[in-house]
């Protein structure tokens, strides 16, 4: 998954192996870590291959017209796009290890968590870009995590949001979790503090410290450097690079 990064000018890589599917991703795009976490939690064989989203390679958007990451390329050939709709997608169609719960109900929360818990993906994008940044965006990020903290406390009481194993409201809510670090750097130093948010320090712990979860995980100094990157005008996606997978 730290392969290099394909730009314009690329040569586009051969099939993937029989019986993979393949990924076009980039290594620091939270979207595409979703359908890692997924395709892992799941132990579905896949390959990677990482995209330059400022110099996008032409062939990319004859297999993702939507020039979006991630899409995810099946062994039809059809191309999804859409990390939310890849993730349902792939816990309908390998049954082994559900992710989402079997009851529709609670089902039907937790997406509706995942759609509040944007919010505060959106405003923490604001404070990252520095853009519209200011006590509203903080608002939203402090009282949309007390509203998780509170569910994980009082609604759930498991270790997981998915139970004792983390399902798909955990694994689509971690990207922005494994850099809230990110939000002490960029934002207020204030907007985290941990005794606010005592069930979701040891949730994330936890979540840290499973294999699957592992796979994709970086830490906050890489996540920083990166952003600094970003924010220089020159993201470094290549920083962490080596060739397996
Ligand atoms: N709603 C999409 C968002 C994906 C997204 O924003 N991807 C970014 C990279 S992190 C992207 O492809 N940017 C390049 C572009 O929009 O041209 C999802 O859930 O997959």
Known sequence: MNSPHLARGSRQPSPPPKGKLRLYSNRFCPYAQRVMLVLD????????????????????????????????????????????????????????????????????????LIEEFSRIVNATSRCIQSIGRGLDSDDVIVNGLARFEHELANN???????????????????????????LKFFGSVNLLNKDKYKKLMEWSRRMSEEPSVKR?????????????????????????LNSTN
């Open 41 to 112: 939690a799941k132990k579905i064989a896949y390959d990677v291959v990482n995209i330059k989203l400022y110099s996008k390679p032409e062939w990319f958007y004859d297999v993702c017209p939507s020039g979006r990451i991630p899409a995810l390329e099946l062994e039809t050939g059809d191309v999804l796009y859409d990390s939310l709709v890849i993730a349902d997608y792939l816990d309908e169609k390998y049954r082994a290890h559900h992710l989402h719960s079997q009851d529709p109900l609670q089902k039907a929360k937790d997406k509706l």
């Open 156 to 182: 759930r009481g498991t270790p997981f949001f998915g139970g004792v194993k983390p399902g798909m409201l955990d694994l689509m809510i971690w990207p922005w979790c494994e850099r809230a670090e990110i």
């Open 216 to 240: 994709s995980m970086m830490d906050s100094d890489t996540h920083i450097k990166y952003l600094q990157s970003y924010r220089a005008g020159r993201p470094d996606y290549d920083m962490i």
